[in-house]
């Protein structure tokens, strides 16, 4: 049932945010070193593993998933926010807070970075979640499945 609910949400969220779609970047910082990486990442057209080139490039790529993801119209960028959850490398929470704090970020990028600061510092993420739950229904319901301590917000999803 969770799950179900959970989709629902992101589909909304993605019909919501088409006109900021339409005017997406592909930002592939790191130059050729990255280059096939960048071009998977962007070439995916099946959103439950959009994210799978970034996790798989692993560590060495957060670097340039952080200069990409501060650029707002990035496309994607949901999903290499959330790649950086899953890589879990502590250098990468500055960039997450500045998202996460920002007034100016859409709401649903700044759960995204909530959402990976708890995959990688629960209780950091916890105590951002206290912090920020009250900004947007979306936050809040983050918020109270980080209270909880919620798998699906630590495991891959099914169809990864």
């Given at each position: 049932?969770?799950?179900?609910?959970i989709?629902?949400?992101v589909?909304l969220?993605?019909?919501?945010?088409?006109?900021?779609?339409?005017k997406?970047?592909?930002?592939?910082?790191?130059?050729?070193?990255?280059?096939?990486?960048w071009?998977?990442?962007?070439?995916?057209?099946h959103?439950?593993?959009l994210?799978?080139?970034?996790?798989?490039?692993?560590?060495?790529?957060?670097?340039?998933i952080?200069?990409?993801?501060?650029?707002?119209?990035?496309?994607y960028?949901?999903?290499?926010?959330?790649?950086?959850?899953?890589?879990?490398?502590k250098?990468v929470?500055?960039t997450?807070?500045?998202?996460?704090?920002?007034?100016?970020e859409?709401?649903?990028?700044?759960?995204?970075?909530?959402?990976?600061?708890y995959?990688?510092?629960?209780?950091?993420?916890?105590k951002?979640?206290?912090?920020?739950?009250?900004?947007?229904?979306?936050?809040?319901?983050?918020?109270?499945s980080?209270?909880?301590?919620?798998k699906?917000?630590?495991?891959?999803?099914?169809?990864?």
């Amino acid at each position: 049932m969770k799950k179900i609910i959970i989709t629902t949400i992101v589909i909304l969220l993605v019909f919501s945010a088409q006109a900021v779609f339409a005017k997406e970047k592909e930002y592939r910082p790191g130059g050729q070193t990255y280059a096939s990486v960048w071009s998977r990442f962007y070439a995916g057209d099946h959103e439950p593993e959009l994210d799978d080139p970034l996790i798989e490039a692993g560590i060495k790529m957060t670097p340039v998933i952080c200069e990409a993801i501060k650029n707002k119209d990035m496309k994607y960028r949901r999903y290499a926010i959330g790649a950086l959850g899953y890589i879990g490398d502590k250098r990468v929470l500055p960039t997450l807070e500045n998202i996460l704090k920002s007034k100016e970020e859409i709401y649903y990028f700044r759960g995204d970075a909530l959402h990976a600061i708890y995959q990688i510092d629960k209780s950091l993420g916890k105590k951002y979640a206290a912090e920020f739950g009250g900004d947007h229904e979306y936050l809040k319901m983050l918020q109270k499945s980080i209270d909880k301590d919620e798998k699906w917000l630590t495991e891959p999803t099914e169809e990864k």
